[in-house]
């Protein structure tokens, strides 16, 4: 299993990013404040392991959100730190890899 986490400087956020914030992640309004402004992770998940898919959705929303306020993601996969675009291309291969399995399956090579 792959543990990826997603934070940011310490920073002010707005009140809009916590409330998108508090949506992805369905942390309270008082946790995201406070993880934010501490650069605290505010997505902290297997990946690989159980609804694969609606993690890959929360923390690429995640990673828009905080990119859009302005803020650069601090990204780490397995305990190393990772660039935002690495952790997308990980989440598109995965998603490619799913879909040829579909793919075959489907075809009946499954």
Request: hydrophobic share 40%; proline share 5%; glycine share 6%.
């Amino acid at each position: 299993m792959s543990r990826v986490i997603v934070s940011t400087a310490p920073c002010d956020p707005s009140a809009s990013l916590v409330s998108e914030v508090r949506r992805i992640t369905n942390l309270g309004v008082l946790d995201v404040r406070d993880r934010l402004s501490a650069g605290k992770p505010v997505f902290d998940q297997e990946l690989f392991f159980h609804r694969t898919e609606d993690v890959f959705a929360k923390a690429l929303a995640l990673l828009s959100a905080l990119e859009r306020a302005g803020h650069r993601p601090l990204v780490s996969e397995a305990g190393r730190p990772i660039t935002p675009q690495i952790l997308r291309n990980i989440f598109q291969a995965s998603e490619e890899e799913a879909e040829e399995f579909r793919r075959l399956d489907d075809l009946g090579h499954g």
